[in-house]
C-alpha cells in the first residue's frame, strides 16, 4: 500500500532550513555506498551514479537536492528494479529527509542508518526482501532526543522481517504512518505504541500476532486508520495469520478521529459498546467473521460519514436498530448472526454529504473497501461495481413484513438485496420494491423465508436481473407480466406452491440464463415459445404435473447445459441437446422415451419407490468402501507427511562444505540410482542427442537412470554465486513446494563447472508441441479446458499459498508439460528468482519471453503477479486458437499486431468463430469458448489494477466445468 506523501508534505520537508555548510563528500560517498550495494540494475537507474560526475549528483536519477544548497534532501527510487544486500552500515546523507526505495528487490536487515538518522522523516522500504528482526538504536549518548524523532512515515510492509514489534518504536514520536504488514512478525502490539500522539495510520495486518489489542491506542487521539487484519488485500500476498486475544477495546472503537477500522476474522470476542461519547466519524468498519455477540448498537446511525459495515458471521442477536440509515450505506451485511424481530429500516432518503477526507485516509478506504465489492458475490450478480449498494441481511431470525428501504445513491445505480434464510412471513409489495425505482440493475435474494400470495408486484421491477424467491409459500399462478422483465438473467421460484401453466413469455426474455420453477405444482405443457429464450443455459422444471411433450427446439439452444423434467408426466422423445445430459433428468416420466445418454445417474437426494433393496444395499456398500479408502488414504498420507518431516531435517543437516563436491541432494527418499556418475552418464555428459528443450534458464535432458526409473535434468546457464548459503536456501525454499500441477523438484548438484536441477520427467511433451499439432489432431474441449485450469490453478497456488510468494516470471507453452493423460504442470518455477540472487552480475534485464511478457514488465521491469496473469492469459489465447502469440498471419495488419490484439479485434467485431482453431470449434460449445476468450482477454489488459488474479481467473475456469 505504498504511495508516496502529498506534494505540500515534500515541499515542506525541502523548504525546513538547513545549514549552509557544505556536506558534498558525505552526501557524495553516500550516494556511491548505496550503488556499490546494488546488484541488479536491469533498467540503469543508476547509470549516472558515479564518481566521474560526482559534481552534478543533485541531477542524478532519484535525488533531490535543497534549492539552496548542495544537501542531497530526497532519494526516491520505488519499482526501479533494483536488487542487493544493504549492508548494516549503509550511510546515509548527513541531511537526507525522505528515502523511498519501495517495491525492488533489497535484501538484508533494516541498515541502523536508517532509524538512526536525526534528519530522515520520510522512509519507505516497502514490498522489498528484507528479513530479520527490526531494531530501533538507542538514543545517542549525547543527544536529549531519540534518533528517529524526525520520523513521520515508516512503511515496511511486505518484507520478511521477524520477531517482535520492537517496543523502542515508540521513541519515534513524530510519527503519522508505521506500515509493517504483509511481513513474519511475532508476539502482541507494544502497549507502548499508544505514546505516539501523532499517529495517524497503524497496519499491522498479515502477520503472525497475537495477544490482546492494547488498550493504550486510545491515547493516539489522531489515528484514523487501524488495519489489524486484511483477507482481501491484493492477490498474490501471503495469508492472514494474526489472532488477537479477547475484546476490541471500547475505548479504541470509539477514538474521535477513527476513520476506517479494519478486522475482519481476527479472533475478537466480547461486545460491541452499547453507547459512546463524542461524535463517530467511522467511514468503513469491518469486523466481519469475529466472535462478537450481544446486540447491534444504535450509535451507528450517528455516524453520519459511514458507508462500509461489516459484522458479518458473529454472534449478534436482538433486533436491528431502527436509527441505523442502512440506505446511506453503500456496503452494509450483517449476515450470519442470531438477530430476530422485525426488520425495521430508517427511510431517511437524506443522507450526510460524503465529506472527502486527507489522501492517506481515503488510499486505504478505496483500497480495502474495493477489494471486498469486487471480491463481493454481488460484484458476479450485477456485472460491475460502480455505483453500487450492496445489503447483505441473510440468514438471521427476521421476520414479519418485509421491510421498505430507500436508497441513497445517485440515480443510475446498481443494487443488491439479500434477506434470504430469514423467517418473513408477508407478501410482495409495491412498497418494498421501491429501491427499483432509479436502479439500473437490481439482485434480490428472498428464498428460504415463509412468504406467500402471488409474485404479481415482480412485474413492478423492471430492472430485476435476479431474482430468487425459492422454498417460499407463493401460491397462484405465474404471473404473465414476467415477460416485461427485459433485464431479467436469473429466476428461481422452486419449492413455492405455484399453480397454473408456463407463461410463454419467459420465451421474449432475450437475457434470460437461469429459469428454476422446480418443486411446484404446475401444469399444463412446456410452451413452445420459452426455446426463444435463446441465452438460457439452466432450465429446472422437475417435480410438477406438466404433460405433452418435450419440444424439439431446446436441441436448437447452443447454451442449454441443464434441462431438468423429472417427475412431470411428459411423453414423447427426448430431444437430442447440444451438451450432453443426465438421464436422471428424465427419470419420472414413465410415457417418455427412453434416454440414451452415457450419462446416466440419478439424483442423489432422490428415492424412488419402486428401487429394489439390493440397489439400496449396494449404495451403502459402496459409500462404506469410500470411508474406508478415504481413511486408509488419510492414514498414509498423515505417516508420509511425518516421514518427509524428519527426511527433510536430516537433509538441513547437510554441510554446505559438500556441495562443491559430486553429491546429489534430493529433497524425498531417491532411488540408489539417483547420483551424480549416473546422471552424468544416462545423459551422455549432457549429448545433444538427449536434449528434450532449451529455455532463458538452460537446457533439459533426459535421463533414463534404470530401466523406467527417467527423471528431466536442467543444466542451469548460471554464472558465479555471491554464496553458496544463499543459493542453498533458495533451493531448498523452491524443494519444498509440492502442488499437483507442478513439475516436482527431486533435487539438485552444484559443482564448480556444472549446475542442474532434477524434475520428474513427463512423457506428454510441452504445450508448445500440443498447440501447434491441434490442427492436425482432434482437440476437445475438455482437454483444453482441462490444460487450462491446471495451469490457471498451479500459478494462483504460487501467488496466493506459498509463503513466501512467488512469481513466475516466465510463463509460455513450452514451460507448461503435459503426462500421457494431457494433465498440465508447469515448470521453471522460482528460477527467475534463484538465477538473479545467486549472480554476482546481472545476465539479463527482464525474465521472460517476447510476446508473452505484460507491458509494463517489459518497460519498468518492475515484478508482479498480475505480469503472470498476462503471460497466462496469450498461452490461453494460444491453446484456444493454435497459433502463436507472434503469429506469422498477423504481419497482414501491420507491426506490433500479436495474437491479444487479433482476439480483442474479433470480440469487438463480433466475430470470435474466427479466432478459435477449426478443430476445437467443431467439437467445442460455442460459448464455452466465447467465455473462455474473454477471461484470456481480461488477462491481457493493458491496466494492471482491472486485470483480475489467478485466484479470480482459476475460479472462472472451474466454473465454466461446472455449468457444462
Known amino acids: 500500500m505504498a504511495a508516496p506523501p502529498p506534494p505540500v508534505l515534500l515541499l515542506l520537508l525541502l523548504l525546513l532550513p538547513i545549514p549552509l555548510a557544505s556536506s558534498s563528500a558525505a552526501d557524495l560517498a553516500a550516494l556511491l555506498a548505496l550503488k556499490a550495494a546494488v546488484t541488479h540494475d536491469p533498467g540503469g537507474a543508476l547509470s549516472a551514479w558515479s564518481a566521474a560526475s560526482a559534481t552534478s549528483y543533485c541531477r542524478w536519477r532519484g535525488v533531490t537536492c535543497h534549492p539552496s544548497s548542495l544537501a542531497v ?16 552500515a549503509l550511510p546515509l546523507p548527513p541531511r537526507l529527509r525522505r528515502l523511498d526505495l519501495a ?28 528479513s530479520g528482526p527490526l531494531k530501533i538504536p538507542p538514543p545517542l549518548a549525547n543527544s536529549s532526543s531519540p534518533p528517529c524523532a524526525a520520523l513521520t512515515h515508516l512503511r515496511l510492509a511486505g518484507n520478511f522481517l521477524v520477531d517482535q514489534i520492537p517496543a523502542e518504536i515508540a521513541q519515534c514520536r513524530s510519527l503519522r504512518v508505521l506500515d509493517l504488514s504483509h511481513n513474519v512478525l511475532e508476539g502482541a502490539i507494544p502497549r507502548g505504541l499508544g505514546r505516539l500522539a501523532a499517529l495517524r495510520v497503524l497496519d499491522v495486518s498479515r ?51 477513527m476513520e476506517v477500522l479494519w478486522a475482519p476474522r481476527a479472533n475478537l470476542d466480547g461486545r460491541l459498546p452499547l453507547s459512546r461519547n463524542g461524535t463517530c466519524g467511522l467511514r468503513a468498519m469491518n469486523l466481519g467473521q469475529n466472535y462478537i455477540a450481544g446486540t447491534l448498537p444504535a450509535w451507528f446511525g450517528e455516524c453520519h460519514g459511514l458507508t462500509f459495515l461489516d459484522l458479518s458471521s458473529n454472534r449478534l442477536e436482538g433486533s436491528m436498530a431502527a436509527e441505523l440509515a442502512v440506505g446511506c450505506l453503500t456496503y452494509f451485511n450483517i449476515s450470519g448472526n442470531s438477530l430476530s424481530g422485525p426488520l425495521l429500516l430508517s427511510t431517511e432518503s437524506q443522507c450526510s454529504s460524503r465529506l472527502i477526507g486527507d489522501d492517506i485516509v481515503m488510499q486505504y478506504y478505496d483500497e480495502l473497501v474495493g477489494n471486498v465489492l469486487i471480491g463481493n458475490p454481488f460484484g458476479s450478480e450485477l456485472g460491475g ?42 407478501t410482495l409489495s409495491a412498497r418494498f420494491f421501491g429501491f427499483c425505482k432509479f436502479a439500473t440493475g437490481v439482485a434480490v435474494n428472498l428464498s428460504s423465508n415463509q412468504l406467500s400470495g402471488s409474485l404479481d408486484m415482480l412485474s413492478t421491477c423492471a430492472s430485476m436481473q435476479n431474482f430468487d424467491a425459492g422454498y417460499n409459500n407463493f401460491r397462484g399462478s405465474i404471473p404473465d407480466g414476467v415477460g416485461g422483465l427485459h433485464f431479467l438473467r436469473s429466476l428461481v421460484l422452486s419449492g413455492n406452491n405455484l399453480t397454473g401453466q408456463i407463461p410463454g413469455q419467459f420465451g421474449d426474455l432475450a437475457a434470460l440464463e437461469v429459469l428454476d420453477l422446480s418443486r411446484n405444482s404446475l401444469t399444463g405443457s412446456i410452451p413452445l415459445h420459452l426455446t426463444d429464450a435463446s441465452r438460457l443455459e439452466v432450465l429446472r422444471l422437475d417435480h410438477n404435473r406438466l404433460s405433452g411433450s418435450i419440444p424439439p427446439s431446446f436441441s436448437e439452444l447452443a447454451q442449454l447445459t441443464v434441462l431438468d423434467v423429472s417427475f412431470n408426466n411428459l411423453s414423447g422423445d427426448i430431444p437430442n441437446l447440444r451438451h450432453p445430459s443426465d438421464c436422471g433428468f428424465f427419470i419420472g416420466n414413465s410415457l417418455l422415451h427412453q434416454c440414451l445418454s452415457t450419462n446416466a445417474s440419478l439424483p442423489p437426494t432422490e428415492a424412488i419407490s419402486s428401487s ?34 524428519f527426511v527433510c531435517e536430516r537433509r538441513k543437516r547437510v554441510k554446505i562444505s559438500n556441495l562443491r563436491t559430486k553429491v546429489v541432494v ?54 558465479r554465486f555471491q554464496g553458496l548459503q544463499q543459493f542453498d536456501a533458495e533451493i531448498r525454499t523452491l524443494g519444498r513446494i509440492r502442488h499437483r500441477n507442478l513439475v516436482t523438484l527431486i533435487g539438485y548438484h552444484l559443482g564448480e563447472s556444472d549446475t542442474f536441477l532434477i524434475y520428474n520427467y513427463l512423457s506428454g511433451g510441452n504445450l508448445e508441441t500440443f498447440i501447434h499439432e491441434m490442427g492436425s489432431r482432434n482437440v476437445s474441449w475438455i482437454e483444453v479446458h482441462k490444460i487450462a485450469v491446471d495451469v490457471a490453478q498451479a500459478l494462483a497456488f504460487l501467488h496466493c499459498s506459498c509463503t513466501p510468494r512467488i512469481i513466475h ?20 518455477f522460482g528460477l527467475a528468482r534463484l538465477i538473479e540472487v545467486t549472480q554476482t552480475h546481472a545476465t539479463t534485464d527482464v525474465a521472460g519471453t517476447f510476446g508473452y511478457v505484460a507491458p509494463e514488465y517489459a518497460t519498468t521491469c518492475r515484478v508482479s503477479d498480475k505480469a503472470d496473469v498476462y503471460s497466462f492469459g496469450v498461452v490461453l489465447l494460444e491453446l484456444m486458437s493454435g497459433k502463436r502469440s507472434l503469429d506469422p498471419s ?18 469487438q467485431e463480433d466475430n470470435t468463430s474466427e479466432f478459435f482453431s477449426r478443430g476445437l470449434l467443431d467439437a467445442a460449445p460455442k460459448d464455452r469458448l466465447t467465455e473462455m476468450l474473454k477471461i484470456a482477454l481480461s488477462c491481457t489488459l493493458e491496466s494492471v489494477a482491472v486485470r483480475p488474479s489467478m485466484r479470480q481467473v482459476a475460479a472462472k475456469l472451474k466454473q465454466l466445468g461446472n455449468d457444462r
Open 385 to 426: 461495481i460502480a455505483n453500487v449498494a450492496l445489503h447483505d441481511f441473510s440468514n438471521n431470525g427476521f421476520g414479519g413484513t418485509l421491510p421498505s428501504l430507500t436508497v441513497s445513491l445517485d440515480r443510475n445505480y446498481s443494487y443488491g438485496l439479500w434477506l434470504n434464510g430469514n423467517m418473513f412471513s408477508s
Open 612 to 645: 429394489k433393496g439390493a440397489k439400496k444395499w449396494g449404495s451403502k456398500f459402496k459409500s462404506l468402501m469410500v470411508i474406508l479408502v478415504a481413511a486408509s488414504t488419510a492414514a498414509i498420507s498423515f505417516l508420509l507427511v511425518i516421514l518427509l518431516f
Open 666 to 719: 534430493t529433497f524425498t527418499d531417491a532411488p540408489p540410482e539417483l547420483t551424480y556418475e549416473n546422471l552424468i552418464r544416462a545423459t551422455s555428459n549432457f549429448s545433444i542427442q538427449n536434449l528434450i528443450g532449451t529455455g532463458g534458464f538452460g537446457a533439459t535432458y533426459k535421463a533414463e537412470l534404470a530401466p523406467g526409473f527417467l527423471v528431466a535434468v536442467k543444466r542451469l546457464a548460471m554464472g
Open 809 to 828: 516470471r516466465d510463463i509460455k507453452p513450452s514451460n507448461i508439460l503435459l503426462d500421457e493423460d494431457l494433465n498440465a504442470y508447469l515448470s521453471d
Open 890 to 907: 498477423f504481419s497482414q495488419f501491420g507491426n506490433g499486431f500479436t495474437i491479444v490484439s487479433w482476439g480483442r479485434m474479433l470480440m
Open 73 to 88: 534532501a530526497a532519494i526516491d527510487l520505488p519499482a526501479a528494479s533494483l536488487s542487493g544486500t544493504l549492508p548494516a
Open 103 to 130: 517495491a525492488n528487490n533489497f535484501s538484508g536487515p533494516v541498515p541502523d542508518a536508517f532509524l538512526s538518522s536525526t534528519t530522515l522523516g520520510y522512509l519507505d522500504l516497502s514490498f522489498n526482501s528484507l
Open 207 to 257: 502477520n503472525s500476532l497475537t495477544d490482546r489489542i492494547p488498550v493504550e491506542l486510545v491515547n493516539c487521539r489522531e489515528l484514523a486508520v487501524l488495519v489489524l487484519t486484511n483477507l482481501t488485500a491484493s492477490a498474490g500476498e501471503q495469508p492472514e495469520f494474526n489472532a488477537f486475544v479477547g475484546v476490541l477495546p471500547t475505548e479504541v472503537l470509539t477514538i474521535p478521529a
